[in-house]
């Protein structure tokens, strides 16, 4: 084939024209396929709520571990009270962002309900669970791809993400009330959770593993999107940002 091009008036490339690597993107760009998945509501929840737990978690570590010493009088600093209110906004804002997301399940697209609830009486949707588990496994070839979370992703969503987020929600405000003290609202509505625990120590030692049961999630979740963008040839990371999937063959 002849190395020279020309081009149409809209200055894209012909197929009759093109090199040979230009006749690979062509053919590639015509199998490209996108469907729009995930609404703004629901994006711009998932980024909030991701800064969120980030917040979360590193105040929450070093509410569990302060720190040994600050330079000069005590009574000259506020850093642990300024991590203490920064830790107490971002569950304010974990528990709101929950509670929006509920609602948007019930008027968004289907794609916005599949992070509350599972399948799991469908014979079909356990062997495609089985199929990813291999696939991410390294031991069998890339299965059916899914417009929306794959089956053993939407499993993590709503095991590991979803439960976890509750838990730490209802743990969190118990504990929030003893400084707001009993009459509170957070009292009257979460206050049962402590004499379930056993004692108010017990609801912190299960509130700090709840912290790292949601890094560990956050860990998988941010290496299982990239994997995907990579070797499922798939957009994961982009499509929370456009809100469109984009299949590639």
């Known amino acids: 084939m002849s190395s020279t091009t020309t081009t149409t008036h809209s200055g894209r490339l012909t197929a009759a024209s093109a090199t040979d690597a230009e006749e690979r993107e062509l053919a590639q760009g015509q199998t490209i396929k996108s469907v729009y998945v995930y609404e703004a509501p629901v994006r711009i929840w998932h980024w909030i709520n991701a800064l969120a737990i980030t917040v979360l978690a590193v105040t929450g570590y070093f509410i569990g571990k302060p720190l040994p010493t600050m330079p000069g009088e005590a009574s000259a600093h506020f850093l642990m009270g300024y991590i203490r209110f920064a830790h107490f906004a971002a569950g304010y804002v974990l528990a709101i962002g929950l509670l929006g997301r509920i609602y948007w399940a019930f008027v968004g697209n289907h794609h916005a309900r599949e992070l509350f609830w599972l399948p799991?009486?469908?014979?079909?949707?356990?062997?495609?669970?089985?199929?990813?588990?291999k696939w991410y496994a390294f031991i069998a070839p890339r299965p059916g791809r899914y417009v929306g979370h794959n089956p053993l992703a939407r499993m993590a969503m709503v095991t590991l993400f979803l439960f976890?987020?509750?838990?730490?929600?209802?743990?969190?405000?118990?504990?929030?009330?003893?400084g707001a003290q009993r009459g509170s609202w957070q009292?009257?509505?979460?206050?049962?959770?402590?004499?379930?625990?056993?004692?108010?120590?017990?609801?912190?030692?299960?509130?700090?593993?709840?912290?790292?049961?949601?890094?560990?999630?956050?860990?998988?979740?941010?290496?299982a999107a990239i994997r995907e963008d990579i070797m499922g040839r798939q957009s994961i990371v982009s499509t929370m940002i456009s809100g469109w999937r984009t299949f590639k063959d």
């Open 120 to 133: 799991i009486f469908q014979k079909t949707y356990w062997i495609e669970v089985g199929r990813m588990l």
């Open 187 to 223: 009292d009257t509505v979460f206050g049962w959770v402590i004499p379930l625990f056993g004692q108010s120590q017990d609801v912190h030692t299960w509130h700090h593993f709840g912290m790292w049961a949601m890094i560990s999630f956050v860990i998988a979740h941010v290496y």
């Open 164 to 178: 976890t987020a509750v838990f730490m929600v209802f743990t969190g405000f118990a504990l929030y009330a003893e």
